[in-house]
Protein backbone atom coordinates (compact mmCIF):
# COMPACT_ATOMS: atom_id res chain seq x y z
CA UNK A 1 0.00 0.00 0.00
CA UNK A 2 2.77 2.63 0.73
CA UNK A 3 6.41 2.50 -1.47
CA UNK A 4 8.94 4.03 -0.08
CA UNK A 5 12.40 5.20 -1.66
CA UNK A 6 15.34 6.43 -0.19
CA UNK A 7 17.72 8.80 -1.55
CA UNK A 8 20.64 11.47 -0.49
CA UNK A 9 23.01 9.11 0.97
CA UNK A 10 26.82 9.12 -0.49
CA UNK A 11 30.61 10.05 0.78
CA UNK A 12 31.35 12.58 3.54
CA UNK A 13 33.95 13.19 5.65
CA UNK A 14 34.01 12.90 9.46
CA UNK A 15 32.16 16.45 10.86
CA UNK A 16 30.19 16.68 7.11
CA UNK A 17 26.47 16.86 6.93
CA UNK A 18 23.52 14.85 4.56
CA UNK A 19 20.10 14.96 4.03
CA UNK A 20 18.65 11.87 3.07
CA UNK A 21 14.96 12.27 1.75
CA UNK A 22 12.49 9.06 2.00
CA UNK A 23 9.71 9.79 -0.65
CA UNK A 24 5.96 7.96 -0.76
CA UNK A 25 4.14 7.17 -2.42
CA UNK A 26 -0.11 6.75 -1.54
CA UNK A 27 -2.54 9.13 -0.53
CA UNK A 28 -2.70 7.02 2.69
CA UNK A 29 1.23 8.47 3.96
CA UNK A 30 -0.33 10.54 6.21
CA UNK A 31 -1.60 7.77 8.68
CA UNK A 32 1.47 6.24 8.82
CA UNK A 33 4.15 6.89 11.61
CA UNK A 34 7.99 6.96 10.28
CA UNK A 35 11.25 5.53 11.42
CA UNK A 36 14.52 5.36 9.91
CA UNK A 37 16.98 2.57 10.46
CA UNK A 38 20.35 1.86 9.67
CA UNK A 39 22.68 -1.33 9.14
CA UNK A 40 26.24 -2.38 8.12
CA UNK A 41 26.23 -6.03 7.45
CA UNK A 42 26.38 -8.50 9.35
CA UNK A 43 25.50 -6.17 12.10
CA UNK A 44 22.01 -5.77 14.00
CA UNK A 45 19.40 -3.49 12.17
CA UNK A 46 19.57 -0.34 14.31
CA UNK A 47 17.26 2.25 15.39
CA UNK A 48 18.38 5.93 14.38
CA UNK A 49 14.72 7.99 14.50
CA UNK A 50 11.06 8.50 13.88
CA UNK A 51 8.47 10.91 13.59
CA UNK A 52 4.96 11.17 14.12
CA UNK A 53 1.73 11.15 11.55
CA UNK A 54 1.60 14.99 11.83
CA UNK A 55 5.18 15.70 12.09
CA UNK A 56 5.00 17.40 15.65
CA UNK A 57 6.49 14.27 17.67
CA UNK A 58 9.83 13.01 17.39
CA UNK A 59 12.34 9.79 19.04
CA UNK A 60 16.02 9.45 18.88
CA UNK A 61 18.41 7.14 19.18
CA UNK A 62 20.68 8.22 21.91
CA UNK A 63 24.04 7.94 19.33
CA UNK A 64 22.18 10.16 16.99
CA UNK A 65 20.07 12.50 19.42
CA UNK A 66 21.58 15.98 18.82
CA UNK A 67 23.27 15.62 15.71
CA UNK A 68 20.18 14.39 13.27
CA UNK A 69 16.77 15.47 12.50
CA UNK A 70 13.72 14.11 11.43
CA UNK A 71 10.63 15.71 9.76
CA UNK A 72 8.24 14.84 7.24
CA UNK A 73 6.16 16.93 4.36
CA UNK A 74 3.08 15.30 3.98
CA UNK A 75 1.62 17.45 1.23
CA UNK A 76 5.14 16.00 -0.60
CA UNK A 77 4.86 12.43 0.62
CA UNK A 78 8.32 13.11 2.24
CA UNK A 79 10.38 11.83 5.44
CA UNK A 80 13.96 14.18 5.69
CA UNK A 81 16.70 12.89 7.89
CA UNK A 82 19.53 15.63 8.36
CA UNK A 83 22.31 14.59 9.29
CA UNK A 84 25.19 16.74 10.70
CA UNK A 85 28.73 16.37 12.59
CA UNK A 86 29.01 13.13 11.24
CA UNK A 87 31.26 9.87 12.55
CA UNK A 88 32.48 6.66 10.72
CA UNK A 89 30.51 5.06 13.03
CA UNK A 90 27.67 6.28 11.46
CA UNK A 91 28.58 4.40 8.08
CA UNK A 92 25.62 2.02 7.27
CA UNK A 93 22.35 1.43 4.72
CA UNK A 94 20.03 3.96 5.89
CA UNK A 95 16.55 2.48 5.57
CA UNK A 96 13.25 4.23 6.01
CA UNK A 97 9.99 2.29 7.08
CA UNK A 98 6.02 2.92 7.48
CA UNK A 99 4.28 1.87 10.57
CA UNK A 100 0.42 2.05 10.64
CA UNK A 101 -0.64 4.07 13.70
CA UNK A 102 -4.19 4.81 14.35
CA UNK A 103 -2.92 8.24 16.62
CA UNK A 104 -1.38 11.60 15.39
CA UNK A 105 0.91 12.14 17.82
CA UNK A 106 3.22 9.12 18.76
CA UNK A 107 6.48 9.18 16.91
CA UNK A 108 7.38 5.54 15.55
CA UNK A 109 8.68 2.65 17.18
CA UNK A 110 12.16 1.87 17.43
CA UNK A 111 11.51 -1.83 16.82
CA UNK A 112 11.75 -2.51 13.59
CA UNK A 113 9.55 -5.30 13.53
CA UNK A 114 6.40 -2.97 13.97
CA UNK A 115 6.92 -1.54 10.53
CA UNK A 116 4.72 -2.39 7.93
CA UNK A 117 6.52 -0.93 5.03
CA UNK A 118 10.32 -0.29 4.12
CA UNK A 119 12.61 1.05 1.15
CA UNK A 120 15.31 -0.43 -0.59
CA UNK A 121 17.77 1.53 1.37
CA UNK A 122 20.78 4.35 0.57
CA UNK A 123 24.49 3.88 1.52
CA UNK A 124 26.04 6.39 3.96
CA UNK A 125 29.95 6.74 4.28
CA UNK A 126 32.00 8.58 6.88
CA UNK A 127 35.26 8.81 6.06
CA UNK A 128 37.95 9.72 8.78
Known amino acids: QVQLVESGGGLVQAGGSLRLSCAAS????????VGWFRQDPGKEREFVAA????????SYADSVRGRFTISRDNAKYTVYLQMNSLKVEDTAVYYC?????????????????????WGQGTQVTVSS
Open 97 to 117: AAQRAAGTVAAGSSLSALYDY
Open 26 to 33: GRTFSRYA
Open 51 to 58: VSRSGGST
